[in-house]
């Protein structure tokens, strides 16, 4: 029976150890993609509700220069009737807008709500949510518990043995050996091992299926990185002109006659300080996200590499694995050592 | 993508050229109002992004308009006196009418 079982482990070392480590290594990469991609989707979706604060406040400021600035569509003037001699708040209605378009003249505003100009790109953040998400759960699946099986099995026949000890009234009719024997042990973490494993390829067989149902899920993130530069561009713009018509006023401001009050001049200098100092923060913003994103690009792509069935290893990805099966390699001789050693001694 | 990219970045170059020259601006009357209107309008172009995914690059106004904005943008970097301003601006104007006519015609 010894011999038999060393034979087999023999046998069996190999055969286990061979692809193993690659599954490891398939796990990691979806663990990363998953960890990338939720950190991604929270700052896309934080970018952006910045995105909508500064378009509300560029909206607010458009109407409130002008009456004839109207919410939801607004027609600028090309060239408002602004004079640099009087006050904005003094000018008459209609000194930047007009009630409707003139062709050459105007130029049409969209003074709309921001949340639903981002709608799109907020669905678009939720299908990738969704994506990576299923991703999690795939890698935090919980395994068998066969162990904890064979542990409850034995306190069971342990329980019978003494009750048929009792019945037949000797000490016990069946030895069954305790948690801590060392041949349970062993075997027991021979059985987690191979669970592992089992556990390891089952989790790569429903990410390969996960990946090959959302295979547009990376040209999804490239458009949303693209969506998310031009959102940039918008929100930079915005940025500038908040700034540069802040300016602005305080050039009407100061050149009015007659000046206008300490407290507005104060005021008027205050937000324009405030503007100018927003703009270079929120200037910082969109690099970092853009990088986020383009770190998610990279890893979405690796593991859809190593997902395949004889993958094409990238040198990053040749020298994990090597790590990785170093070290089950070792887990695989303790475990299996564990078991020969303990029925040795049996 | 790739065009609505360029165009909007056109755009806020020509916002952050006519932005860095709020001094030179505000000191004169007749090119003050021209100068807040065009700043103005680049935002009115630039903001409608969302209505933008039909615009491509193989429309034959779009490098035609490109070009224009790109030039109107150059030359407001670099003009100096009062009549140059003029003109460039009205450029400027001009650029972004057409901008502003052809995504109309393109999103209708």
């Not at chain 1, 692809?19 to 990338?36: F, P, S």
């Not at chain 1, 896309?44 to 409130?64: F, I, P, Q, S």
């Not at chain 2, 106004?61 to 100096?80: G, M, P, S």
Request: aromatic letters at 6%.
């Amino acid at each position: 029976m010894k011999h038999a079982l060393r034979t087999a482990s023999l046998w069996f070392l190999p055969l286990t150890l061979a692809g193993c480590a690659l599954n490891q290594l398939r796990i990691e990469e979806a663990t990363d993609v998953a960890a990338k991609g939720k950190i991604a989707v929270a700052a896309a979706r934080d970018y952006l509700g910045k995105v909508a604060t500064a378009r509300e406040a560029m909206n607010l400021e458009y109407v409130g220069l002008d009456p004839v600035c109207k919410p939801d569509m607004a027609h600028l003037r090309f060239e408002p009737e602004l004079k640099t001699g009087v006050e904005i708040k003094a000018l008459p209605p209609g000194w930047l807008c007009t009630p409707v378009p003139i062709p050459g003249e105007t130029v049409e505003l969209p003074l709309g709500p921001p949340a639903r100009e981002l709608q799109p790109t907020l669905r678009m953040l939720e299908g990738l949510s969704t994506y990576f998400a299923a991703i999690t759960q795939i890698v935090e699946e919980p395994g068998p518990t066969t162990s904890a099986d064979i542990l409850e099995t034995l306190a069971v026949f342990r329980s019978a043995a003494t009750l048929a000890g009792a019945v037949s009234g000797t000490d016990s009719v069946l030895d069954v050996p305790k948690d801590d024997d060392g041949r349970v042990k062993s075997v027991l973490s021979l059985i987690t091992f191979l669970e592992m494993l089992r556990t390891e390829a089952e989790k790569v067989k429903n990410l390969r299926k996960l990946v090959a149902d959302n295979d547009e899920a990376g040209t999804l993130m490239s458009d949303m990185r693209n969506r998310l530069s031009i959102w940039e561009l918008a929100r930079k713009v915005d940025a500038i002109i908040r700034t540069a018509n802040s300016r602005a006023m305080i050039e009407t401001a100061w050149k009015a006659g007659p000046p206008a009050a300490a407290e507005v001049r104060q005021q008027l200098v205050r937000n324009y300080y405030a503007r100018a100092a927003a703009q270079i923060d929120d200037a910082k913003l969109f690099p970092a996200l853009d990088g986020t994103l383009e770190a998610l690009i990279d890893a979405d792509t690796a593991m859809r590499n190593v997902l395949q069935e004889n993958p094409n290893l990238d040198a990053r990805q040749r020298t994990r694995l090597a790590q990785l099966t170093r070290k089950r390699v070792a887990a695989a001789f303790d475990a299996l050592a564990g078991v020969l050693i303990a029925f040795a001694k049996g | 993508m790739t065009s609505k990219t360029q165009l909007l970045g056109a755009l806020a170059s020509l916002a952050q050229t006519l932005a860095a020259r709020t001094d030179d601006a505000s000191h004169d009357d007749a090119v003050f109002p021209r100068w807040f209107g065009t700043l103005n309008a680049c935002n009115a172009v630039a903001r409608r992004a969302g209505d933008w995914e039909n615009l491509s690059v193989e429309s034959p106004n779009y490098t035609d308009l490109f070009n224009r904005l790109v030039q109107a943008t150059n030359w407001l970097a670099i003009v100096r006196s009062r009549n140059d301003w003029l003109d460039a601006l009205g450029e400027a104007n001009m650029v972004i009418a057409d901008i502003d006519a052809l995504l109309k015609a393109m999103t209708a």
